[in-house]
């Protein structure tokens, strides 16, 4: 089993910033891919961005390329997300979510074997 923990959201204003984290712990070893996904109220849940554990290769939702950087920290067994330029649609509950696949691009959200609480991000105007 994997266990794995957002935190970092909050609210700010369009144009602003957030970084977001996300802590794996428990069997991660068989762990090769990495995602962020959210969901706004009565929206279904969209890829965000992802990356590969082996090599860092990582993929973009085109909503966010540009703005948005997932990074991975081995050693710490975490997933960051820089979110940058933000907008008021970025509004939603962000979650972490791993995968023991390869997933072409961000996937989708039932490819995904585990899965955070989420955190929740306010883009105001």
């Known amino acids: 089993q994997v266990q794995l923990v957002e935190s970092g959201g909050g609210s700010v204003q369009a144009g602003g910033s957030l970084r977001l984290s996300c802590a794996a712990s428990?069997?991660?070893?068989?762990?090769?891919?990495l995602a962020w996904f959210r969901q706004a109220p009565g929206k279904e849940r969209e890829g965000v961005a992802a990356?590969?554990?082996?090599?860092?290769?990582?993929y973009y939702a085109d909503s966010v390329k540009g703005r948005f950087t997932i990074t991975q920290d081995s050693a710490a067994n975490t997933v960051n997300l820089q979110m940058n330029s933000l907008k008021p649609e970025d509004t939603a509950m962000y979650y972490c979510?791993?995968?023991?696949?390869?997933?072409?691009?961000?996937?989708?959200?039932?490819?995904?074997?585990?899965w955070g609480e989420g955190t929740q991000v306010i883009v105001s105007t």
């Open positions: 979510a791993a995968s023991t696949r390869m997933i072409a691009g961000v996937g989708r959200a039932p490819r995904y074997d585990y």
């Open positions: 428990g069997n991660t070893y068989g762990i090769r891919s």
């Open positions: 990356i590969y554990t082996e090599d860092s290769a990582t």
